[in-house]
């Protein structure tokens, strides 16, 4: 997924590299894709008062540059709180397309006052729109056969394998994964608890942060051979904390690249 463009994150983090992937911490009302935290976010779930639920802080963009990335719209809304980011693929390329989730309906509110507005050369169109088409644009994104994952749905993700999980099984392995979605409070001992019993030292570990020290919800972690890390696979889209963690093939080269942006 790595290469494909897609992204997620929160408080104003971004993808580790300036590539952006097909998938971020998906964020969803009951189930491991939204949980945006409860100091003040959104919460689907709070009629107190007997007020109607706010509205979910959604926003659609179009006409994006085609080599736009994540860091390009954390600029384009700077000042505003994202928690999620979905750069849309059709075809495997890049359409233009964008999904932002904004930390509270305000702040939607103020992102729609960008519409119109240049990013580079193009201006951008930028509209409220509804979460059943943003859940809808995150389960095709994560391959989901038949598009739409049922976001009352409050397991795990579906078993079922879809076309992109089986992807992963004919991608070249090396001793190093790259993990995605990860919770933004993530810490070394997180991660190495996740894989435990598949021998991770602390040292092994590299959580992907921004040039300003903000997490990026990505991390690199190097296991003791290629075979390891192909057992360790079987954490794909496991839990940690309220989120699950999508894992890929990663290469040293990758893991080097996040690593010496992380210290910029």
Known sequence: MYGSRGGMYGSGGVSDGYEVGSKRRRMMDSNPYFAVGSSGGYNPYDHTGGYPPAAFPVVRLRGLPFNCTDVDIFKFFTGLEIVDLLLVNKGGKFSGD???????PIQADLAVQKNRQNMGRRYVEVFKCK???YYYAVAAELGYEGGYYDYDYRGSPPSSRSKKVRDKDRMEYTEILKLRGLPFNVVKADIVEFFKGY???????????????KVTGEAYVTFESVEVAKQAMSKDRYMIGSRYVELFPSTPDEARRAESRSRQ
């Open 199 to 213: 021998n991770v030292a602390d040292d092994k570990v590299h959580i992907a942060c921004r040039p300003d020290g």
């Open 131 to 133: 979460k059943q088409e």
């Open 98 to 104: 964008a999904f932002v989730v904004f930390s509270r």
